[in-house]
């Protein structure tokens, strides 16, 4: 220890300041909420320590199954919809005159937050804004409670974060594009392969590094998904679009069930660490 | 052929922009609109009234955003700015300093990014509300500086460990000591990764809802995502002009410090992709 300390005194003396705040801030936090998982704590009585209980609860009371099964759709949903398109959209603006323009259009949603994001959608699935148009093309049939009649809440807000997240996508694949060999290209053109065939065979194959990259992104911010429910369903109505943060949340600091809302906060830990390791494999251990 | 294949790109690609722009030009329109013109219309109607200044003031004044505003720009500015040199520090001693074990604390400085943020939700409320810093300015600087450094040392480590070393042995026999190799030879070489850093980082305090929401109450401190979902409870119904003049406002900064340091976004990008 002293000796640890003669050696490596000075450097660690730069280091110490931004370790002991993620000490403090988040590592003391991280133990402090897995005690509380196994704790009734309300906020006002002492923490009684209660087991496995709120863990099972999740896997057993309806409300947070349905949380449980709208995390899922949106985690699937987020692993084909923003990636598809983003790279749907880099593929096409690849070599194209005129790619800056669309590029800005397609991004410029991201440079916005996803608190603004939400309220602009809830704005446009309002009586006079989707529904109104469709009315005005003759297609009433097509009208809808958007964001208020489950589950197709959970599929509008989708729309709203694919609209939100292609765009960062688009810019990641077609930097992966702009970095591929040119040779594979050319032998395809050679043999007379047609733009369909030739990424189906030769760019799908050679993006592969990057798509997992960004699919691994897409998956683990899907697990989190917060702000955009928040801010336009807050969950409901009835729970019924709540997903596991947002559960969470709500157990957590409307309902003061401290307790429930660790253990719920445990799970999407171990849930997103799990899926996503493939992920952090490729960032951590290959440098260590 | 292949000029009618270009053709049928085009038309595809601008179908899809337009749709992707459509959110974007209606929350404009309607912005602009006075309250009377909105209610008389719909959304899809052209403004007859232009007002958008004057709804943005209004959003400022009533919906309480510019102490949102304000709070907001200084948690981005201080707090992007704290991290970045704290994690230059950290990366200087880990990287540059050789620390013994260096890797583990990089590690756990790291483990930061790995966890959930519903993870620190309820022990920051808490210990927040122990302490004293619950609904304080000092208390949400803290915590924004504290959230930013794990990214920030992740980028400048890998950035420092690509520096040629020679450079520092060379400083070394010269007679510099630490901190001035800290200030003076390596410095200068951190100032790309930093302006990547510093817009990521404000990028991310700006938007910063949940945390908002968590730690604060009163209108002086409370950061402006926060302030904007508060506000939109309230003037759904009856001041919808003034919510998307709102969101105009608070979608500014962000959108044009994108647009104007573009190369350095799409550079960073290329850069956390590629390590």
New interface residues.
């Given amino acids: 220890m002293i000796a640890?300390w003669k050696?490596?005194g000075?450097?660690?003396?730069?280091?110490l300041?931004?370790?002991l705040?993620?000490?403090?801030?988040?590592?003391?936090?991280?133990a402090?909420?897995i005690y509380?998982s196994f704790t009734d704590y309300n906020g006002l009585a002492a923490p009684k320590w209660v087991g496995l209980s709120n863990y099972l609860a999740i896997f057993q009371d309806a409300t947070y199954l349905t949380s449980l099964k709208n995390t899922l759709i949106w985690v699937f949903a987020s692993l084909i919809l923003p990636v598809g398109f983003g790279l749907l959209?880099s593929v096409?603006?690849q070599n194209?005159k005129g790619q800056r323009?669309?590029k800005?259009?397609?991004?410029?949603?991201y440079?916005?937050?996803?608190?603004?994001v939400g309220?602009?959608?809830?704005?446009?699935f309002?009586q006079?804004?989707i529904n109104?148009?469709l009315t005005?093309l003759g297609l009433e049939a097509f009208t809808r409670d958007w964001l208020t009649s489950p589950p197709l809440n959970t599929f509008s807000m989708i729309v709203a974060s694919v609209?939100q997240g292609t765009g960062?996508n688009m810019?990641?694949f077609l930097?992966?594009l702009g970095a591929l060999p040119k040779e594979p290209f050319e032998a395809a053109a050679i043999d007379g392969a047609n733009?369909i065939r030739t990424f189906w065979s030769v760019t799908l194959p050679m993006l592969s590094p990057?798509t997992i990259?960004v699919m691994g992104m897409s998956l683990v911010n899907s697990?989190?998904i917060?702000?955009i429910i928040?801010?336009m369903t807050m969950g409901g109505p009835y729970r019924s679009s709540e997903t596991?943060?947002v559960t969470?949340?709500r157990e957590?600091?409307v309902l003061f069930h401290?307790g429930q809302?660790?253990a719920?906060?445990?799970v999407?830990?171990i849930a997103?660490?799990a899926v996503s390791w493939f992920y952090?494999r490729k960032?951590?251990i290959k440098?260590? | 052929m292949k000029r009618l294949?270009q053709w049928i790109?085009?038309i595809?690609?601008g179908l899809?922009?337009i749709l992707?722009?459509l959110?974007?030009i209606?929350?404009l329109m309607?912005a602009s609109k006075s309250l009377t013109d909105f209610s008389q219309g719909?959304?899809?109607a052209f403004p007859t009234t232009f007002q958008l200044g004057k709804n943005i003031m209004e959003a400022i004044r009533m919906g309480g955003l510019g102490s949102g505003l304000l709070s907001s720009f200084s948690y981005g500015v201080l707090g992007a700015g704290i991290a970045i040199i704290?994690?230059a520090?950290?990366a200087?001693?880990?990287v540059i300093?050789?620390?013994?074990g260096?890797?583990y604390?990089f590690?756990?400085?790291?483990?930061?990014t790995?966890?959930?943020?519903?993870?620190?939700?309820?022990?920051?409320?808490?210990?927040y509300q122990e302490l004293g810093l619950y609904d304080t300015f000092v208390g949400m600087l803290?915590?924004y500086?504290?959230?930013a450094?794990?990214f920030c040392?992740f980028l400048l480590r890998n950035y420092m460990a690509a520096l040629p070393y020679e450079i520092v042995e060379a400083a070394q026999l010269d007679g510099f000591r630490?901190f001035e190799i800290?200030i003076r030879i390596i410095g200068p070489y951190l100032l790309p990764p930093i302006s990547v850093l510093f817009l990521f980082q404000f990028t991310w305090i700006?938007?910063d809802?949940?945390f908002g929401m968590?730690l604060t109450r009163s209108e002086t401190i409370r950061p402006i995502?926060a302030g904007?979902?508060t506000m939109?409870g309230i003037y759904?119904r009856s001041g919808?002009t003034t919510?998307?003049a709102g969101?105009v406002l608070?979608?500014l900064p962000?959108?044009l410090?994108?647009?104007a340091l573009q190369r350095n976004f799409?550079k960073g990008?290329?850069h956390s992709?590629k390590?």
């Fill in positions: 640890y050696k490596n000075e450097a660690l003396l730069y280091a300041p931004a370790a705040l993620i000490i403090a801030f988040f590592i003391t936090s991280i402090y909420t509380l959209f096409l603006l194209l323009i669309f800005n259009i397609f991004y410029l949603p440079a916005m937050s996803l608190t603004v309220v602009i959608w809830v704005f446009l309002s006079t804004g109104y148009m005005l609209w960062t810019l990641l930097i992966g733009r990057i990259v697990f989190k917060f702000d928040w801010v596991l943060a969470m949340f957590s600091f401290f809302g660790a719920i906060s445990i999407l830990t997103s660490i952090l960032t951590i440098e260590g | 294949g790109i085009y595809i690609i899809l922009a992707w722009a959110p974007v209606l929350v309607n719909n959304i899809w704290l994690s520090m950290a200087f001693g880990i300093l050789r620390l013994k260096g890797f604390w590690l756990l400085i790291y483990s930061g790995i966890f959930p943020f519903q993870m620190y939700l309820v022990p920051l409320f808490k210990g803290l915590f500086t504290a959230i450094i794990p040392v630490s800290f700006w938007n809802l949940v968590t995502m904007l979902a939109q759904f919808v919510l998307l969101i608070t979608s962000t959108v410090l994108f647009f799409i990008m290329q992709v390590s």
